[in-house]
């Protein structure tokens, strides 16, 4: 029952982060707080691994700059496909974030979220941590900033087993702007489980996006997901997910 509640209440979490409330306006040339941002993905895309499909996806993160120094943030993400009519990937992953500014190069996180992908494995993984960031470089043309913190993490595999575990994360990002439209990022993220080292994930995507004029960019990506010990074992610990997206800001 416990867990039906749960779900239910995360689920409701999921749809209010898909569906964001509308973007705010400035005042007289200067931004109003709190003030809103928005942003849309759809992307085609092709997987490897533990799916082997074309599908499509859809994405969304919503920014409320509550004031100079504090902004929420809130992600939500689909991917569903089927493969001649039977269905072969469906995740869903949803996240809310504070992040505080201690000046322009530090800030502090605190996170939740849950995630949800059966062909990993994964039936409902719920997260909630903390942690702080720091701007290493920060010029016209490069951006450098890394993050670490740590997480309370609880996992329900699709076998019927459980875990509970503390988690640490290192999380780094790369921006190069390429041009006036076009800039190339690489993100990098570690995740281990405090209590047993082997179980690690990585996580990286690579990309490259450009401007199509308007509120419209074009982002071409590829993600590559390792899980070191998988649950079941019999799956495949790396998966990949080459991605043609359009991006809309709002």
């Known amino acids: 029952m416990a867990r039906n509640v749960q779900g239910a209440l995360f689920a409701i979490l999921f749809l209010f982060f898909l569906f964001p409330a509308p973007a705010g306006a400035e005042q007289d040339g200067e931004t109003a707080y709190p003030s809103f941002q928005d942003q849309g993905e759809l992307a085609f895309i092709q997987t490897g691994g533990n799916t082997d499909i074309t599908s499509l996806s859809l994405k969304n993160t919503f920014t409320a700059r509550l004031n100079e120094s504090n902004r929420l943030i809130q ?47 994964i039936d409902d993984r719920f997260q909630a941590g903390a942690g702080a960031g720091y701007t290493l470089i920060k010029t016209e043309r490069h951006s450098l900033l890394f993050e670490a913190g740590g997480a309370w993490v609880t996992e329900q595999y699709t076998n019927g087993m459980d875990n509970d575990y503390a988690e640490g994360r290192t999380f780094g990002r790369y921006d190069l702007k390429i041009s006036e439209k076009t800039k190339a990022f690489q993100d990098l993220e570690y995740l281990v489980d405090l209590g047993e080292t082997e179980n690690y994930r990585i996580n990286s995507e690579t990309g490259i996006i450009t401007s199509l004029g308007g509120a419209f960019s074009l982002k071409a990506s590829y993600t590559v997901n390792f899980d070191n010990q998988p649950t079941p074992d019999t799956l495949d610990g790396t998966d990949t997910v080459l991605a043609v997206t359009l991006v809309m800001n709002l």
Not at 76 to 104: C, P, T
Request: aromatic share 20%.
């Open 75 to 121: 992600k939500a993400a689909v991917l569903y496909g089927k493969d001649q009519g039977k269905k072969n990937a469906e995740s869903y992953d949803a996240s809310l974030r504070w992040e505080h500014d201690f000046s322009i190069r530090l800030y502090s996180y605190t996170a939740g979220g849950w995630f949800r992908d059966v062909f990993k494995g």
